[in-house]
């Protein structure tokens, strides 16, 4: 398939324009309720024949879990698999993404996979650096390379409005505290967090970090292996087993490729071998993911036989 072909993509956005009335923006962390709910974009990248877009492609939002899985890559690179896994587990949870419960009855304590919030939060007190200047200044490296795109910033608002408000996150961090997953100080690691997923980009970004993963770390135009394979894959399999928080296995069903949502409205995804997507619509079912966004995504991967299963 070659994305350029894929020519009634704005046919799809219209068929699925009217969920974004289904679903609600996020209001827990203040910023991001600015959104408009009604905002529907997507962007495919492929390897040969560049992009394609369709609706509210040039705004621009803030990558919230998504973010998960590109500290989990740095992360990797940086400690390697023992070390990250001797923390954090790998198996899903069928809980909410910021669920406390599994902490406390997992034994030994651990948070269960890296896309929950304890596991991102575990995972990027990972992150190598010196301090969380040095540390962030990787981070966004990272994300601009995986995009190719220079100018990719964080949004010190949203990143302030979560910090304000993420008494839950703090709560989960105190407790890993507690139980040697993490050290440090929680304040600092807190800060760190809600800036990685305060990090802006737009929907053709998203499709280019996807294509990147959909090339097994490779990016076909610069020709870099950014992220190694064995590395890639681990977040690829994070991504079909835990990436739609506790509605990845209907995910998996209906759609069967691997993807990363977060609550700002955005979806990562990536066909292996073929191409990256990136979609946003803030408008959120009631397990946060984006209810346009996964529709869209299933008719897609219908239409295309996408699915890898
Ligand atoms: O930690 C939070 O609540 C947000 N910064 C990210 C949440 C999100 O996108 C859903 N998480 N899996």
């Known amino acids: ?9 704005p046919d799809l956005l219209e068929q699925v324009k009217p969920c974004t009335n289904e679903g609600k923006v996020a209001t827990y962390i203040p910023a991001l309720g600015e959104a408009n709910a009604n905002d529907i974009g997507i962007a495919i990248y492929d390897k040969e024949h560049h992009y394609i877009s369709a609706g509210n492609t040039e705004v621009n939002f803030t990558l919230q879990s998504i973010s998960k899985v590109i500290t989990l890559a740095l ?40 896309m929950i919030n304890a596991g991102a939060l575990a995972v990027t007190s990972m992150i190598a650096g010196e301090e ?38 703090r709560s989960l961090c105190y407790y890993m505290k507690q139980n040697g997953i993490i050290d440090g100080d929680v304040e600092e690691l807190m800060d760190l967090y809600t800036k990685q997923c305060s990090i802006q980009v737009n929907c053709i970004d998203l499709a280019r970090i996807g294509l990147v993963f959909a090339m097994d770390g490779f990016d076909p135009y610069t020709k870099e292996q950014i992220i190694p394979p064995n590395v890639a894959k681990i977040c690829k399999t994070f991504m079909v087993t835990c990436g739609m928080y506790n509605a990845s296995g209907e995910f998996a069903i209906r759609v069967g490729i691997p993807a990363k949502s977060g609550v700002a409205g955005g979806i990562l995804a990536c066909v292996k071998g073929q191409v990256g997507i990136g979609i946003y619509g803030p408008a959120l079912d009631n397990k946060g993911n984006s209810v346009a966004g996964l529709k869209l995504m299933e008719l897609l991967s219908m239409q295309e036989n996408w699915s890898m299963f």
Not at 1 to 9: A, F, I, R
């Open 1 to 9: 398939m070659q994305c350029m072909e894929l020519n009634n993509l």
């Open 75 to 114: 992360a990797l690179m940086d400690r390697g698999t023992d070390y990250v896994f001797s923390k954090v587990g790998m198996e899903p949870t069928g809980d909410p993404f910021n669920s406390i419960i599994k902490l406390e009855t997992s034994n030994p304590s651990k948070p269960l996979n890296p």
């Open 132 to 169: 969380n200047e040095e540390k962030m200044a990787r981070i966004l490296h990272f994300v601009r390379d995986l995009a190719a795109n220079p100018k990719i910033q964080y949004s010190a608002e949203v990143a302030i409005s979560e910090l304000e408000t993420a008494h839950l996150n």
